[in-house]
T-cell receptor
Framework: AQSVAQPEDQVNVAEGNPLTVKCTYSVSGNPYLFWYVQYPNRGLQFLLKYITGDNLVKGSYGFEAEFNKSQTSFHLKKPSALVSDSALYFCAVRDRGSQGNLIFGKGTKLSVKP | EAQVTQNPRYLITVTGKKLTVTCSQNMNHEYMSWYRQDPGLGLRQIYYSMNVEVTDKGDVPEGYKVSRKEKRNFPLILESPSPNQTSLYFC?????????????FGPGTRLTVT
């Protein structure tokens, strides 16, 4: 069965410092991996995805994520956090052999303090 | 403007009173899906549709129905709502059916069942 784990409910970072939001996954085959962000009272917005190729994926708003097959991880990173990055972040996975079902993690709340 | 719309945005109803939440997308997307978001549980998929007249169950389909008679619309039907269906609901769509594409989310519908 597919699953996604975001081990931290909340991550606190000072503005200007690097940030990491962790995600590990479990699928029976090869995964498609996604990160989404949710701002208060809004729907989810797509940040970036890993489909194939380069393990380092760059996305919107300066975010990037690294696909690590051996560790089954897809951590989200940003070199310098902004207060406006404060939001709820979701990792999601889909098995390449499964066209339909997209599995989301429980979300990590990122708080960036000035 | 490319978008996914949901109506209503807020709904308070009573147990057993049938309701429908509409979802429409203007991007000619093949894939559409419904999720519910609950605190501490992240997003869980209710139903999805690969195209017109093609629907399938997600992880939490009990108590819900869907239909896909037109490509742009994917309504969610609660025939006999119960309090445990109180939640925040999101509709999403994406292009193609390979599973590689990111999803576009609607703004959400907050449902309260008393």
């Amino acid at each position: 069965a597919q699953s996604v784990a975001q081990p931290e409910d909340q991550v606190n970072v000072a503005e200007g410092n690097p940030l990491t939001v962790k995600c590990t996954y479990s699928v029976s085959g090869n995964p498609y991996l996604f990160w989404y962000v949710q701002y208060p009272n809004r729907g989810l917005q797509f940040l970036l995805k890993y489909i194939t190729g380069d393990n380092l994926v760059k996305g919107s708003y300066g975010f990037e994520a690294e696909f690590n097959k051996s560790q089954t991880s897809f951590h989200l990173k940003k070199p310098s956090a902004l207060v406006s990055d404060s939001a709820l972040y979701f990792c999601a996975v889909r098995d390449r052999g499964s066209q339909g079902n997209l599995i989301f993690g429980k979300g990590t709340k990122l708080s960036v303090k000035p | 403007e490319a978008q996914v719309t949901q109506n209503p945005r807020y709904l308070i109803t009573v147990t057993g009173k049938k309701l429908t939440v509409t979802c429409s997308q203007n991007m000619n997307h093949e894939y559409m899906s419904w999720y519910r978001q609950d605190p501490g549980l992240g997003l869980r998929q209710i139903y999805y549709s690969m195209n017109v007249e093609v629907t399938d169950k997600g992880d939490v389909p009990e108590g819900y129905k869907v239909s896909r008679k037109e490509k742009r619309n994917f309504p969610l039907i609660l025939e006999s709502p119960s309090p445990n269906q109180t939640s925040l609901y999101f509709c999403a769509s994406s292009s193609g059916t390979s599973g590689r594409s990111e999803q576009y989310f609607g703004p959400g519908t907050r449902l309260t069942v008393t």
